[in-house]
């Protein structure tokens, strides 16, 4: 099983950043995007189902944030505008064998190795 997660990069406060996750060796998953900020834990963000059922974990990116997949595709992505500082880390994807998002954050099967958001101006 592999994630390669790619779409990070310098944005300014208020702009957007799309991220992808695209999964292989796995066939029924549910994705979940984490972010770790430096000298924090990581943290759950938000989660798609298979069915495209999304889960927040992070009330602070509710309006701001939208998650979508495409499974014939096998990616996940995270879309996210109206950026600011406090969104600035490393976020990760992570597939867990289960159709269904965990009603709370929790650790994931598989993982994706990061990329790096930084919102600043």
């Known amino acids: 099983v592999q994630l390669q997660a790619s779409g990070g990069g310098l944005v300014q406060p208020g702009g957007s950043l799309r991220l992808s996750c695209a999964v292989s060796g796995l066939d029924y998953y549910s994705i979940g995007w984490f972010r770790q900020a430096p000298g924090k834990e990581r943290e759950g963000v938000l989660c798609i189902s298979t069915t495209g059922r999304a889960t927040f974990y992070r009330h602070a990116v509710k309006g701001r944030f939208t998650i979508s997949r495409d499974n014939t595709k096998n990616t996940a992505y995270l879309q996210m505008n109206d950026l600011r500082p406090e969104d600035t880390a490393v976020y990760y994807c992570?597939?867990?064998?289960?159709?269904?998002?965990?009603?709370?954050?929790?650790?994931?099967?598989?993982w994706g190795q990061g990329t790096q958001v930084t919102v600043s101006s």
């Open positions: 992570g597939a867990s064998g289960t159709s269904q998002c965990s009603t709370y954050a929790r650790p994931m099967a598989y």
